[in-house]
């Protein structure tokens, strides 16, 4: 089983497992409770849909570099995220991305991923700007 030890490491350990065509260990790397979110913001949850969106993207081939950019932790929890790109098999466009995680640490100290969004950055760009109500303290701020 797939061990990673700090949160920096998780993004490399997803694309060395990517790139030997594991798709048991790329699961190994998820929470039991885990949510992936696709580029559409689809959410796939659990263990067994993971794998499923997985064996979907392992039928593309290609060579994955990922780069971490990001690790806070708090206790057992960090937010990590990194740059990654794809190059095809076919020499094709490459794809590539920044994602944006929430890793939890397990009882053995390893990390596991627990919220999985490696389009990031384009589900926050293409959003349409919707007003934001934030509470502080009883009150409101309606932020635009």
Do not use: H
Request: glycine share 10%; net charge negative; charged share 25%.
């Amino acid at each position: 089983m797939t061990s990673v030890q700090t949160p920096e490491d998780m993004s490399p350990a997803l694309a060395s497992a990517f790139n030997a065509r594991d798709l048991d260990a790329m699961a190994a790397l998820y929470d039991e409770d885990a949510v992936l979110i696709d580029e559409t913001g689809a959410e796939c949850r659990g263990l067994k849909a993971i794998k499923a969106a997985f064996k979907d993207i392992l039928k593309g081939g290609g060579v994955m570099t990922s780069t971490p950019r990001l690790a806070v932790i708090i206790g057992d929890i960090a937010l990590s995220g990194a740059d990654w790109r794809l190059e095809p098999r076919d020499g094709g466009e490459p794809l590539e991305g920044r994602s944006l995680e929430v890793l939890r640490r397990q009882p053995n100290g390893s990390w596991r991923y627990l919220i999985d969004c490696p389009t990031g950055n384009m589900l926050v760009a293409d959003r349409p700007k919707q007003p934001t109500e934030i509470a502080i303290f009883g009150v409101s701020n309606n932020a635009d």
